[in-house]
């Protein structure tokens, strides 16, 4: 199969959440992993603003101004969501009472380093949010991202060049080619896609990427964007 | 004499608030911005405004008529980009150094605004620390971990959005409309709430989420539910 | 007229009580303040247990076990009250946003240093509860008690000799004889019971104090305790 | 799997509490004492316990029992004075070296219970200082007024009572029975929640004062209203 697209790689990641697991997903891709949960997973979205049970998103007719995501998408909740303010939810975030974070990025380090919240674009004023909040506080941080970026550079390094949000974070990475470990070793290859050789995932990476002894072949359900 | 903090217009609720306040503003993805306040704010003129509200550019938020009527001096926020391709004016102002910016991780924002309210003056986190953003402070380890040193922010005035106000100032919110609202209201001289209605009997006490002592003045000023 | 009984210091104190202000009240006598207030007076009373609006004791009939105040007196709650959690109920103290609290002493500074919570009673284990939180944070510490001790020793002393609550606290101080300020120059007497004169309160006091040029004469209704 | 943290009994619940635990006990002022808890805690008979309790003498809390039966080598307190003339078992032990007593201002108390939920390792607070209860703390001045460095009190186990639990863990709490039950559930690994009622339907998003995270399990135990 070809490289994984956006809505393969977020069914991808929402293949290994923990039944039972809180979940907070970040914007943009993340957010649609909660599309693809295998049926027989319980789980609660937290979301920034306050919200532990997050439900899918709203019909145009049963919407509330005031129940939105953290990226102000009017959303609905689940049975068993409850409601609390920011100070309260990034107590929750920042406790380490989040199992997981599922984050986009620009580069992750091997040795864990992530950079997500600022690409420095000349002139544009900075936004943090809770970028760095989760990615200290959850007990596990996940990053969903395209494994190059559009020009083809490595977003896999020895070390990251964009500003960091965190040192020594992230434990997983699901990309469009591979699902990759970042180890006290370094980056180790625990999926890749069958069409994408050791050889060109090597080439693709930015520093040295081992392949996992019982490494498998990256794969999806058909899913249209 | 019997409590009354009902006041019948915006602008008499915010008559006085002095040049170079320390103004709070709660909100955050859609929900909670105080929007009428802003608006009589801005009519009131004062000038060389620090500005703490989340996001100094929610395109829903009316934040931004006070930088683009000049109102503003310093703004402590964790998003100040704009999402258009042309700068935002709070982006012109600050490239053009007229506005200073204090770019704050979400959950250190929420939790410097309830240290100010709670009387905590500084506290450590991790959040922050080997990033930019935690550049300058004072690191220190707690169990191997480094944290950083925050301050406490406080404030001369907050502006805040509630669904519900009675005339002892206790406020109940709607859903994710809590947001900043309670630490802003903790962490500030005066607060004043805008709700969409005021009522003459008290909110029974266990659906207070923002307890009377914290606020000053309520207006009612309508809007959808 | 003689000695001011404890309903009547405790009447004296609550005269003084500002308008609108929310006040704590600490255990025994200073909790009797609230049943003396003037009727022109609408008072928030709160107890550190979490409820902010603290009414007259349950009768009989209508007591509940969860409706208490931090002596585990059962109350009632007023017009207005809410109730929060600890955390919540400290932050509010320890924030500032309590008016004015009454506590017991067992000794005052003329610096304002307090002792009220550990009379070193062989044996018998610590008990501090909120004192410390109360005296630092509250706005204004009025002290509530005897001028002297059983035996008659003065409780007002250049330095306390008991464990110290909390330092340069106290403010006022409401006694059976006299009503003492705490000022920068150290002991003022406000108001001296008629049958005390100048020479008898000083010889009663531990250190010097002054006495206010507009010094008034102690007075209170007759009340039967 | 559906989320169901119903059990049994409080002795399923309790199962495999290890030699040594700190557990923290709810309760205040006669509410939210986990009375049933506590009882199969001392049934099931672990030793060399920390408690973290506001009160190790409160009369109706049934902490005493555990303290009774020799189970307990320290408890963290802001009250621990027996209320007879006699000596309580806590003050006996402590006398006699068996326990060790750390007491802390009750602000104090649950602002580091809160802390140690909300990750924030350490914070300053003017509350101690200058009193035996800071001594050998560290202290550092925030504009002129001295405070000490106050640490997170973290626990393994929190046992606290409610009024009403659902399958998912929410909890409702009546009143001020809410007081340490939510900070010490946050800053625990594992919460055992004791209400009068649980339910099979989920408490309404609104209503829920402890969030589902933060529960583990939910026993039943009756109990008066």
């Known amino acids: ?225 | 004499m019997a409590i009354d903090k009902r006041v019948a217009t915006a602008a008499e609720a915010l008559a006085g608030v002095k040049d170079g306040a320390v103004v709070m503003v709660s909100g955050f993805a859609g929900a909670g911005f105080p929007n009428a306040l802003l608006e009589a704010l801005r009519d009131s003129g004062p000038t060389g405004l620090t500005l703490v509200a989340n996001s100094a550019t929610h395109p829903l938020s009316l934040t931004h008529t006070l930088i683009e009527a000049g109102m503003v001096t310093k703004v402590i926020a964790s998003a100040a980009r704009g999402r258009g391709q042309e700068l935002s004016s709070f982006e012109q102002q600050w490239r053009d150094g007229k506005i200073e910016l204090e770019c704050v991780p979400q959950g250190n924002f929420s939790e410097r605004i309830r240290a100010g309210g709670a009387g905590i003056p500084a506290f450590y986190t991790p959040v922050g620390y080997g990033t930019e953003l935690g550049e300058d402070k004072e690191i220190r380890e707690f169990k191997g971990r480094p944290c950083v040193l925050e301050d406490a922010i406080t404030g001369d005035l907050a502006l805040i959005r509630g669904d519900v106000g009675d005339r002892f100032g206790n406020i109940k919110f709607r859903y994710a409309q809590m947001n900043f609202g309670v630490a802003m209201a903790t962490a500030c001289t005066t607060t004043v709430a805008e709700v969409r209605e005021a009522v003459d009997g008290a909110i029974p006490p266990v659906e207070v989420q923002l307890p009377s002592v914290y606020v000053n003045h309520v207006v009612a000023v309508g809007g959808e539910v």
């Not at chain 1, 007719?61 to 953290?70: C, E, G, P, T, W």
């Not at chain 1, 559009?150 to 992230?170: E, F, N, S, W, Y």
């Open chain 1, 1 to 225: 199969m070809s490289a994984l697209n956006r809505s393969q790689m977020a069914w991808r990641a929402a293949q290994d959440l923990p039944d039972g697991s809180v979940v907070n997903l970040g914007l943009g891709m993340p957010v649609w992993v909660s599309n693809y949960l295998p049926v027989d997973r319980d789980i609660f979205f937290q979301s920034e603003n306050g919200i532990l049970g997050v439900g899918p998103q709203a019909d145009e007719d049963s919407q509330d101004r005031n129940i939105v995501d953290a990226g102000s998408r009017r959303v609905t909740l689940r049975e068993g969501a409850s409601v609390v303010d920011s100070v309260n939810s990034f107590a929750m975030i920042r406790g380490g009472h989040i199992n997981v974070t599922i984050l986009g990025a620009f580069e992750v380090a091997s040795n864990g380093d992530l950079a997500n919240w600022d690409a420095r674009v000349p002139s544009k004023g900075p936004l943090v949010g809770g970028a760095m909040d989760l990615a200290v506080g959850a007990k596990a941080t996940w990053i969903l991202m395209q494994f190059n970026t559009k020009d083809g550079a490595p977003r896999l390094l020895k070390t990251c060049t964009l500003p960091l949000t965190a040192p020594h974070c992230v434990k997983r990475i699901y990309t469009d080619i591979a699902v990759v470990d970042v180890t006290p070793d370094g980056f180790v290859a625990r999926e890749i896609l069958a069409t994408v050789g050791t050889d060109e995932l090597r080439s693709r990476t930015g520093t040295a990427i081992a392949i996992a002894p019982d490494c498998q072949a990256l794969n999806a359900p058909e899913i249209s964007l």
